[in-house]
């Protein structure tokens, strides 16, 4: 089997107008980051997968945990389109959990 390391991206826009939207915001993060997801820019987390199967495998996963209203989107990208991302404004943080650096395929 060939491995190529690939990213999940999760974008979202959740609305907080009432007590059930922000506890829906609340639980749906919190489940994102559960599913190992990061942080990397407001309402933009990430999560790197070992092949294209694995990255779809996540997409449903979370696709079951979306909350009804609002918006969600997720983009599968290679890590080599993810490396290629620009920052036209603020820099980059070292983060070693969204490296790839220490991906172990058992």
Sequence with gaps: MRYRIMRVM???DLP???DSDRK???LF???LVEEGFLMIQESVYVRIATTHESAEFIENRIKSIVPPKGV???LIVTEKQYASIRFLVGESIDDFRNLDVGTVVI
């Design 24 to 26: 829906n915001y609340r």
């Design 16 to 18: 907080t107008l009432t």
């Design 29 to 31: 993060r919190k489940s």
């Design 10 to 12: 999760i974008f979202f």
């Design 72 to 74: 969600v989107q997720s």
